[in-house]
């Protein structure tokens, strides 16, 4: 990888409270710079992504970054092969219930900071973080950053940083009751971001199971081989649920070797 690293960041662990992290972060990429990485130059940026992904690394704004906790090997990146994969008799159940869902692909950044997804995020925190009102304007922030959309002069404008970022939107009767953001690469999908309507009617429909499925099926119908689902972590349980999407891949932290995990 040719980026230069700009730090290895440490925090308090936002999964272990009495852990800190160690991030190792870069500067994404350009789409210039990408195109010495690789022999696709029409799609530098994503044929670079894939070996980023498959080095364990994820997209977060303008950067890529990966956890190098030197005293904890618990974030295991986990990955589907997709052409493995085969859809359970409770997850088939699931997408026939869910029927009524319509979704839509975007990779237009006028479609990723609206008012409905603005109102839809807002919402979303506020029943996952109660403590942490936020403002419509930080809202736009935090939905800029994560779709990686920036500028050369740093301000806010509707330009796509990283040319493989796509909106995923889920509609019931019409209403936006999710947004799934993903990152695309030329063999591969990277599960960054879903945010949905919390009102009890909808989570009877398990929209994080559902949105997950989809993102399978949008791989199967176009041939992406691989599905990133982020970190795995075993001792946590906002983020040991993927481990029941089975077959699936663990990366070892130590010898970034992909081995198969049941």
Not at 3 to 20: A, H, N, V
Not at 72 to 100: A, E
């Amino acid at each position: 990888m040719s980026t230069d690293q700009i730090e290895l960041e440490r925090m308090t662990c936002g999964y272990f409270p009495d852990k800190i992290t160690c991030t190792e972060l870069y500067d994404f990429p350009t789409e210039a710079e990408a195109g010495q990485l690789t022999d696709n130059v029409q799609h530098a940026q994503q044929a670079a992504f894939d070996t980023m992904l498959e080095k364990g690394f994820r997209r977060y704004d303008t950067y890529i970054y990966r956890e190098v906790c030197p005293e904890c090997r618990k974030c295991v990146p986990i990955r589907i092969r997709v052409s493995d994969f085969t859809f359970s008799k409770n997850q088939r159940h699931l997408l026939r219930k869910n029927s009524g869902i319509t979704v839509s692909v975007t990779n237009d950044p006028k479609d990723f900071v609206t008012p409905e997804k603005v109102a839809l995020m807002k919402k979303y925190t506020l029943r996952h973080d109660p403590d942490r009102i936020q403002s419509d304007d930080q809202i736009i922030t935090n939905l800029y950053k994560m779709n990686g959309l920036a500028d050369e002069r740093g301000l806010f404008a509707l330009k796509l940083f990283f040319s493989g970022v796509m909106n995923m939107d889920y509609r019931l009767d019409g209403r936006l009751i999710g947004c799934g953001i993903v990152d695309a690469g030329t063999a591969s999908l990277s599960s960054n971001y879903f945010y949905y309507d919390t009102d009890p009617a909808v989570m009877k429909l398990s929209p994080g199971t559902y949105s997950i499925l989809r993102e399978i099926q949008y791989c199967k119908d176009n041939g992406l081989p691989f599905y990133y689902l982020g970190y795995y972590i075993a001792d946590c349980e906002k983020m040991s649920y993927k481990g029941k999407f089975v077959p699936h891949e663990l990366r070892d932290p130590l010898t970034g070797i992909w081995s198969t995990g049941m």
